[in-house]
């Protein structure tokens, strides 16, 4: 299961499927082929998401992996 202070680059090692995913939310995870450095939780308050935008976001992206494993 997945939670907010996991580091993005430890996310799309182990959950590539994640990529596209918050992409679709607008939290980029790979710049020029690498991954960006700092927390899932951090990533997401860059690009203005609360607290409970960010419950929310880990909610939906623990679903979205489940649903394809």
Not at 47 to 52: A, H, I, L, Q, V
């Amino acid at each position: 299961m997945i939670d907010k202070d996991i580091r993005i680059e430890d996310l799309v090692e182990k959950y590539p499927d994640s990529i596209a995913f918050l992409a679709e939310k607008g939290i980029r995870c790979i710049r020029c082929g690498e991954p960006v450095w700092g927390s899932l939780e951090s990533a997401a308050a860059e690009k203005g998401f609360n607290e409970k935008d960010i419950t929310k976001l880990v909610e939906e992206l623990n679903r979205f992996l489940k649903i394809n494993e």
